[in-house]
């Protein structure tokens, strides 16, 4: 079965093209036939090299969404004689991709990374006020009109059926990974006598919670150090600098983020998930803390088993978390590495998922 995974962007994201680019090493890897695409601009110029990338041929006014999603599935009808099926990446309130899932004779299914409703209502403004009444209509007919819908998480899967009255037989999950070379297990650890705890996002959201975390220093005395790479409210900001053990490190490259992980001990995931209607999530920053060593503390359930030491799902305390801190201290990064290879590296998710999408094809 001959699959192409395909995502339009139009402005760039680190974490969607890296998702793509390992899962296409992966593949390759495994020998599958599968390929991987991401649709972008003529003029786009970040990874402007790699196989992934798919340019427009044509010149895309820079307000044209429109013009440059026909671009796309132009593009895509183009690939129907290639392969048996097609993976999407799905796009909100979109009635090209509608039209698109009508058109073509070959099957989709449509991969979905959010609840898609709950985080429209959640922006409150006017624009996503009609972005959501128009994902209501066009995006249920989608769901349904498509060969299988894909849910980075059960409980996305969940809520894409329950939008379409539960008529979607085959569950589908593929979880987000991370890509693990040769030489990944060979880890660095500089942890030193005082907890260093990181904390990661480009920008820091009211669902990331992290007005939450600032919130509860007041209430503890213990000696740690809290990373905080990321840009941050000025709310947020004003707190976190009346606290001599918070580092606010703003936005950092790879390479010296990687230098405070060899310092850390833990890294927190998100915590208040809640505000855009969710409960579950499956991060790439969770899996880049896992697989760089860290054991992660999370306000959210993840794909793991409960019985997985290195996930906790807990409150959003200082001191709970200083107490986790201090309780995973005498795992080595390399072993939390590898404990955590089975569930978050990409090369083992695209086999699995490859098998049961051929399953469901059959």
Same mark, same amino acid.
């Given at each position: 079965?001959?699959?192409?995974?395909?995502?339009?962007?139009?402005?760039?994201?680190?974490?969607?093209?890296?998702?793509?680019?390992?899962?296409?090493?992966?593949?390759?890897?495994?020998?599958?036939?599968?390929?991987?695409?991401?649709?972008?601009?003529?003029? #786009?110029?970040?990874?402007?090299?790699?196989?992934?990338?798919?340019?427009?041929?044509?010149?895309?006014?820079?307000?044209?969404?429109?013009?440059?999603?026909?671009?796309?599935?132009?593009?895509?009808?183009?690939?129907?004689?290639?392969?048996?099926?097609?993976?999407? &990446?799905?796009?909100?309130?979109?009635?090209?991709?509608?039209?698109?899932? &009508?058109?073509?004779?070959?099957?989709?299914? @449509?991969?979905?990374?959010?609840?898609?409703?709950?985080?429209?209502?959640?922006?409150?403004?006017?624009?996503?006020?009609?972005?959501?009444?128009?994902?209501?209509?066009?995006?249920?007919?989608?769901?349904?009109?498509?060969?299988?819908?894909?849910?980075?998480?059960?409980?996305?899967? !969940?809520?894409?059926?329950?939008?379409?009255?539960?008529?979607?037989?085959?569950?589908?999950?593929?979880?987000?990974?991370?890509?693990?070379?040769?030489?990944?297990?060979?880890?660095?650890?500089?942890?030193?006598?005082?907890?260093?705890?990181?904390?990661?996002?480009?920008?820091?959201?009211?669902?990331?919670?992290?007005?939450? *975390?600032?919130?509860?220093?007041?209430?503890?005395?213990?000696?740690?150090?809290?990373?905080?790479?990321? $840009?941050?409210?000025?709310?947020? &900001?004003?707190?976190?600098?009346?606290?001599?053990?918070?580092?606010?490190?703003?936005? /950092?490259?790879? !390479?010296?983020?990687?230098?405070? @992980?060899?310092?850390?001990?833990?890294?927190?995931?998100?915590?208040?998930?809640?505000?855009?209607?969710?409960?579950?999530?499956?991060? @790439?920053?969770?899996?880049?803390?896992?697989?760089?060593?860290?054991?992660?503390?999370?306000?959210?359930?993840?794909?793991?088993?409960?019985?997985? *030491?290195?996930?906790?799902?807990? $409150?959003?305390?200082?001191?709970?978390?200083? !107490?986790?801190?201090?309780?995973?201290?005498?795992?080595?990064?390399?072993?939390?590495?590898?404990?955590?290879?089975?569930?978050?590296?990409?090369?083992? @998710?695209?086999?699995?998922?490859?098998?049961? /999408?051929?399953?469901? #094809?059959?």
């Amino acid at each position: 079965m001959r699959v192409l995974h395909a995502a339009p962007m139009r402005q760039i994201s680190s974490g969607i093209i890296n998702q793509m680019k390992w899962e296409h090493d992966a593949a390759q890897d495994l020998n599958l036939p599968w390929e991987v695409k991401i649709f972008v601009p003529n003029d #786009f110029k970040f990874y402007a090299d790699s196989i992934i990338i798919e340019k427009s041929n044509k010149d895309i006014k820079i307000n044209s969404n429109f013009q440059f999603r026909r671009e796309y599935y132009d593009w895509l009808l183009k690939q129907e004689s290639q392969f048996d099926c097609f993976v999407l &990446r799905y796009n909100n309130f979109d009635f090209q991709q509608l039209s698109f899932i &009508r058109k073509i004779k070959k099957p989709v299914y @449509l991969i979905h990374h959010t609840l898609e409703l709950p985080e429209l209502k959640s922006e409150k403004t006017i624009k996503s006020s009609i972005q959501y009444i128009l994902e209501q209509f066009i995006g249920k007919y989608s769901i349904k009109l498509a060969k299988g819908n894909i849910g980075v998480t059960n409980e996305i899967f !969940e809520y894409e059926n329950a939008r379409v009255n539960y008529i979607l037989k085959n569950k589908l999950i593929y979880p987000n990974g991370i890509f693990y070379g040769d030489n990944d297990l060979d880890i660095v650890d500089e942890r030193g006598a005082i907890p260093e705890i990181v904390f990661i996002a480009s920008f820091f959201y009211e669902w990331h919670g992290l007005d939450l *975390l600032l919130n509860d220093l007041k209430n503890s005395q213990e000696k740690f150090v809290l990373h905080i790479i990321g $840009d941050i409210t000025e709310s947020d &900001r004003s707190i976190a600098c009346r606290d001599s053990r918070v580092i606010l490190h703003g936005h /950092l490259d790879e !390479e010296q983020i990687q230098e405070i @992980l060899k310092k850390s001990w833990i890294g927190l995931a998100s915590f208040a998930l809640y505000r855009k209607g969710m409960k579950e999530a499956c991060t @790439l920053k969770v899996r880049e803390y896992l697989k760089s060593g860290l054991p992660v503390y999370s306000g959210h359930d993840d794909i793991f088993a409960e019985s997985f *030491l290195y996930y906790y799902k807990g $409150d959003v305390l200082i001191s709970s978390i200083v !107490e986790y801190a201090k309780k995973m201290r005498v795992h080595s990064k390399n072993d939390v590495s590898e404990s955590s290879k089975r569930y978050i590296s990409k090369k083992n @998710l695209v086999n699995v998922f490859y098998t049961k /999408l051929s399953r469901v #094809f059959l």
